[in-house]
């Protein structure tokens, strides 16, 4: 069997250290249920759980049934049913090509449930944007307002605003309401395509939580199905709220379909990376209708959000000649090959307004790709990435007309002192339509660390207003990102974006720091790793200096060891601020007080090594 | 034997791939030889080498002879020397609490060569600033200025300028001068005890490259000689600045010997961390004298700056009380607890300028700790750390006015928006005086993943111009940093200050990273990693996708694969652009010729294969 074929399933399930699923229901519909994860602190803390943004679906709720060849519940389906706009149809034949003409022993099994794709009756329009625009609330919105809000209501008192959102106008309470007018603005994107019901509504946006994307895919040179489910799954453990899927070569229909099947978060694609297949990768022979076939079967299969670079344009395409290193987006560079061979202005730019017609068929997002995004320091924000980012920006107007849901996508390689205007410009000539960018990497000289170079930038960027953000893992320029790389660029862009949030003066995101800072202090070790992004790591690197179980109730860390720790001078402080409020006398006698009490804190090291 | 006595030295020698170790000469004296490393480029690059800064001493010099029991030659013994104004002394007996009281088989082995220690003769000062104050331009100045140059004026043509350096004053091309009036100013310090010799003279400031400084250091719980040793071998090998000894517990002294008589770079320390060693671990028993009898220790065994918290005053103490996380420094708490055990103002305050008699007499530089630093997100630029920021500037006028070189240090734990006004503040209050911040960290949440936290504000604070960073390794919060850690650190804060060099706009900064961009794009792999930062892990994630050989010479990459590959359609578009200027017309017939060139860009996949 080929490793194509390979569907053993070994998906991670279970809860994470210390933490419970919980549903938190809406106020406005019972069937509105989101799913959070409460961590766990302990006893002698006295503080209530902490609640997180949870992406990682049933997989981490212990009651839930994990079965692969079934795929996850469709927990959106009665919605879409309910609002009886939508018909189910006889889809598209699946084709030999879709599959890149593989057969027999080559060809990956098909996903075992066979799904009726639903779409739009006819003059029907059934994205999330048309709805917002009618003054309709879905249950969508509900869902995501309740997911946003992580509960902060409970929490008024920690909503205390302090950061610098750079016109972001971030309400301190998220209502349906007002996730309803960000959509009907453009201003955030719910993305859900009506065929994939399992996926659990999120939104991108400026005025809400900076949210991460993670790539899988296999390739022409190697990975199989069960490996890029695995990728899938794992990400969203840890974190990712989108997924694309970036396979090339064979199988591709049938990997993908694995893969949405059982996916809790939206999934994006490219495309144009399929149609290419289908033509046996000369990118001459692309015809609209190739492509535009490839759109259906991929808007039926549920694919959520389309990376389309309809921006790449004939006329744009000189600019990149003297650049350092040219076009390196894959898809730009496909396009920019079909014009230059056709001597045409890109099909994707003159069919835009039918491709809009057929998104919102579906509820397919646009990410309009920025298929001139610099590839290197040399190449930032030259005039071919400002051109089409402003082509993006007519574009944007045009899908919008179709109410069809857009966000924008940008670099790339760029140094800190160019990255602000990159979201100057995009929020100037795209209407404040979302952006979702790669990185950006601040440097071009330490391959194998760009999650850092990128995970620099992209916090920046974050900050200043990009909505999502795509992350970068430490194979990137090198090779094909394995499970270790997924998480580490999963959770390096978790934390570039949570730092975002905190330097936008989010509500209430401080919660997670402060909890864990006070875990820290107060030498809760078990709370400090299950507080954290990543609480195996986090355990497993205080074991390797202090392995001793012991050593996770004891006073003091291997920083300074057990006879002095500066933490410890500190209840020393409060008590003499205490006391020095009280009265601003006797502080002869005070400093005896205060010997007495110092020389009680240092245990004799005989102690210590009697209490291992 | 314990393992503090283990001296089976092995540390890591040899030049960094594709390198040369190479010596500039200056113009001015033939006996300053600086060292530098050039990467060769493959000769179909048709470029000249790339030079960089090169910190790694004769360690990866093949023709150097290194024997770690004999320490590194004593490169700058002469130009002390010659100028006449120090002295050989018997230097202070080696006491037993300078190693902890350790006897036996628990003290480590002392290093085999005994040196006599230097001092300025009496009435004389000798410190560099001293002497640019004078108007002479040192040995150690004109090295630092051929050093920071790293051959700008060979290529002059990649001068152009383009950052942002918020008030930095960069020249285009460093003199001695330049560097004789930034340190006669005090706006950088050149730090070079004369007991350490053996030290190439770097320079720390804003108008300079960013530095990066890597922590080593045994502690009361782990650690041998050894080990350290290697450790700042190794920083050194992959860019560090200067090291900084943070040694506790036992062997302290020996420990440090057998580093600075290895160091190529100078070494740092933070001396009540031993002084408190001798006094049992009991804060409230550290005298003046026992603080003052350890520098003056640490200044012969050539000690090349200390931190000290002579900021930590004690009306600023109960200011901490409020923090969510308190007093985080280790000295920042030894001497809080000094002051409140004997409600008494702190000796480094009151002796302060004894201190600076001391230093001036061999040339150690003062990095004034932030022992108020903020130790999580809550606590960041609170009223304790500004009071202790103006402090250390009202004491940065009193050492200048001994002609002693100071640095402030900074945070800490900070989030994205309150990063700048640090710098502001710093900037306004310490009169220019170089800073040196840790990190800051971004976000609280990620233990295990804190040099990615801090990176991202190490390379902003960096931008806006502090002159040092010192680095966080991936092990901060959990335990302490083993060679691999040590490493990470090291990387992840030299793509930091290059980051930041870039957003500077400093001169040429972007040369090595246009040079890795054109190897990228004409996939010269073996010169992306030779150009990296870590090419041992560039090419082992290159190896993990495609391992053969023969994909090393390959004109593809493991994520577009041999068929379709964006970078080769550049050319294709160079053609393009080429002909368009030559001539508007003929577009019909060209379209014909780019469908030929197209179909033969792509190998058949058997080929490919044959050519495994």
Redesign the interface.
């Known amino acids: 069997m080929p490793d194509n074929a390979n569907t053993e399933f070994n998906v991670t399930t279970g809860a994470l250290p210390g933490s419970e699923k919980i549903f938190v229901r809406s106020e406005n519909r019972d069937d509105v249920r989101v799913p959070m994860r409460e961590i766990h602190l302990h006893p002698s803390a006295n503080e209530v759980p902490v609640r997180v943004y949870d992406t990682s679906g049933p997989y981490t709720d212990p009651k839930a049934k994990i079965d692969i060849y079934e795929g996850l519940p469709e927990m959106r389906k009665q919605w879409i049913l309910e609002r009886g706009d939508v018909e189910e149809y006889e889809g598209r034949e699946v084709k030999p090509e879709d599959n890149g003409n593989a057969s027999e022993k080559y060809l990956a099994p098909e996903f075992p449930v066979k799904k009726t794709p639903l779409r739009a009756k006819e003059g029907m329009n059934v994205t999330q944007m048309h709805y917002a625009r009618k003054g309709i609330i879905t249950p969508e919105m509900e869902f995501v307002a309740v997911r946003e809000n992580l509960g902060r209501k409970a929490q008024a008192e920690k909503l205390e605003r302090?950061?610098?959102s750079f016109g972001a106008n971030i309400p301190d309470y998220i209502t349906p309401e007002f996730v309803r007018e960000e959509i009907a603005t453009g201003r955030a994107v719910l993305v859900n395509n009506v065929n994939h019901p399992e996926s659990e509504p999120m939104i991108i946006g400026r005025n809400f939580l900076v949210k991460i994307n993670a790539n899988i895919g296999n390739?022409?040179?190697?990975s199989s199905i069960s490996e890029e489910v695995d990728k899938m799954v794992w990400a969203t453990r840890w974190g990712a709220d989108t997924v694309m899927d970036l396979s090339?070569?064979r199988n591709i229909h049938n990997t993908r379909e694995w893969i949405i099947r059982n996916s809790p978060v939206p999934i994006g694609t490219v495309p144009i990376y399929q149609a290419?297949e289908k033509v046996d990768?000369?990118?001459?022979d692309l015809t609209w209708e190739i492509y535009r076939d490839t759109l259906i079967e991929q808007c039926e299969q549920g694919v959520d959000y389309f990376t389309i670079h309809a921006g790449v344009r004939l006329p744009f395409?000189?600019l990149?000649?003297?650049?350092?290193?040219?076009?390196?987006?894959?898809g730009?560079?496909?396009m920019?090959?079909w014009c230059?061979?056709?001597?045409k202005e890109s099909f994707l730019y003159t069919h835009f307004e039918e491709i809009c017609e057929i998104l919102k068929k579906y509820d397919v997002a646009f990410s309009l790709g920025d298929g001139f995004r610099p590839?290197?320091?040399?190449d930032a924000n030259d005039e071919a990435q400002f051109a089409e980012l402003r082509t993006l920006g007519e574009l944007t107007k045009i899908a919008w007309e179709h109410d069809v849901q857009v966000f924008i996508e940008g670099p790339g390689?760029v140094?800190?002192?160019k990255i602000k205007v990159n979201m100057e410009e995009q929020l100037k000539h795209c209407h404040e339509a979302p952006f979702y960018t790669l990185g950006p990497l601040?440097?071009?000289?330490?391959?194998?660390?760009d999650?850092?170079?990128s995970?620099?930038g992209a916090?920046?960027i974050g900050?200043y207003g990009t909505a999502m953000l795509c992350y970068v893992t430490?194979?990137e320029?090198?090779?094909?990102p394995?499970r270790n790389d997924v998480k580490e660029g999963v959770?390096?862009y978790?934390?570039?974006a949570?730092?975002?949030d905190?330097?936008?003066?989010h509500p209430a995101s401080?919660i997670?720091?402060?909890a864990?800072?006070?875990a820290?202090?107060e030498f809760r070790w078990e709370d400090?790793?299950n507080?954290?992004?990543?609480p195996e790591?986090?355990r497993?690197?205080?074991d390797?200096?202090?392995p001793k179980e012991a050593h996770k109730v004891a006073h003091f860390?291997?920083?300074?060891?057990?006879?002095?720790c500066?933490?410890k001078?500190?209840?020393?402080?409060?008590d003499?601020?205490?006391q020095?409020e009280e009265a601003e006398t006797g502080?002869?006698q005070?400093?005896e007080e205060?010997?007495k009490l110092?020389?009680e804190l240092?245990l004799p090291a005989e102690k210590i090594d009697a209490a291992e």
Chains 1, 2 share one sequence.
């Open positions: 302090e950061g610098e390739s022409a040179v190697s090339t070569g290419l990768g000369i990118a001459e395409i000189h990149t000649a003297k650049r350092v290193t040219g076009i390196v987006s894959r730009g560079s496909i920019a090959k230059l061979a056709h001597h590839g290197s320091i040399a390689h140094p800190m002192n601040t440097t071009d000289i330490a391959p194998g660390y999650h850092i170079t995970a620099i916090a920046q900050w430490p194979k320029h090198l090779g094909l394995d959770i390096t978790k934390l570039a949570h730092a975002a905190l330097a936008k003066g401080q997670r720091d402060d864990l800072s006070r820290r202090y400090q790793f507080l954290s992004l990543d790591r986090a497993d690197f205080h390797q200096t202090l860390c291997s920083m300074c060891g057990p006879k002095f500066s933490m001078i500190t209840q020393e402080v409060r003499y601020a205490a020095k502080m002869k005070m400093s205060f010997k110092g020389s240092y």
